[in-house]
C-alpha cells in the first residue's frame, strides 16, 4: 500500500514556485513533464540563469511539447528575468565567499523567490540552507515535493505517479530527502528503487 504524504511546505495560499535546474531537469526526466506540470495547477517559474543551464535534457521526449523548449512556449513554465533589486540580490549570492557562494541556477532562483515573494523548489542542500536563512517569508521545497503535491491532488493514479517518480530518479537522478524515502520506496517498490544510483544504499537494500 502507498503510504500518503502531504507536502506541508507549500503554503496553501501561494500559488506561484520558482524552479532551480535540478527541479527543472528532474521534470524533464519524466518524459511528459507538459502533463505532470499542468496536473500542478501552479504558476511555474524558470530565471533565465536556469534556462541558460538546461543544456542537455535528460530524456528526448515523444511529443516536443514536453521538452524544455515546448514547456517554455506553452506557458507550463514561464521565464523570468531578474532586473534591479532582484538582480543586485543574484549577483550577492552568486560572488558570495566560500562556502557560500552559489551556482547562476541556484542563486537566480532564491533571489527570483524573494522578488516575487514566493516559494523555491531546489535540492542542492547549500543552497536549501542558504534560502532557508535568508528570509521566513520564502519557503524552500524540493524535487519530490511536486509529486507529494501531485499525490495529493489525485492527478494520477498510483502506478502512473510511480512511473513518474522512478523516471525523476532513473533518468536525472533526482534527490530524495531522508524524510521522504519510505514514501518513494512503498511508491516504486525495492526493485526499481534498487536502479537508481541517487537513492542511498540503505534504501536500495531494504
Known amino acids: ?115 516575487l515573494a514566493c516559494e523555491c523548489v531546489i535540492d542542492e542542500r547549500k543552497a536549501i540552507r542558504i534560502a532557508r536563512g535568508r528570509r521566513a517569508d520564502v519557503g524552500v521545497l524540493c524535487s519530490l515535493d511536486l509529486f507529494l503535491i501531485a499525490e495529493e491532488r489525485k492527478a494520477f493514479a498510483a502506478e502512473v505517479l510511480a512511473d513518474l517518480v522512478f523516471k525523476a530518479l532513473f533518468h536525472a537522478r533526482m534527490r530524495v530527502p531522508q524524510n521522504h524515502r519510505a514514501w518513494v520506496l512503498s511508491l516504486i517498490g525495492a526493485e526499481r528503487a534498487a536502479q537508481c544510483s541517487s537513492l542511498a544504499a540503505a534504501l536500495r537494500a531494504r
Not at 503510504?3 to 501561494?14: A, E, F, I, N, V
Not at 562556502?99 to 522578488?115: S, W
Open 1 to 115: 500500500m502507498t503510504m500518503t504524504w502531504k507536502p506541508s511546505r507549500l503554503s496553501s495560499h501561494r500559488r506561484t514556485l520558482v524552479l532551480d535546474t535540478s527541479a527543472v531537469l528532474n521534470m524533464l526526466a519524466c518524459g511528459t513533464a507538459a502533463r505532470l506540470l499542468g496536473a500542478l495547477d501552479l504558476t511555474l517559474i524558470v530565471p533565465q540563469q536556469v534556462i541558460v543551464e538546461v543544456k542537455r535534457e535528460p530524456v528526448v521526449p515523444d511529443d516536443p511539447s514536453h521538452s524544455m523548449e515546448g514547456l517554455l512556449q506553452r506557458g507550463a513554465l514561464q521565464a523570468h528575468h531578474l532586473t534591479g533589486s532582484g538582480y543586485d540580490t543574484f549577483i550577492e549570492l552568486a560572488a558570495a565567499e566560500p562556502p557560500d557562494g552559489l551556482g547562476d541556477g541556484e542563486a537566480a532562483t532564491i533571489a527570483t523567490a524573494e522578488q
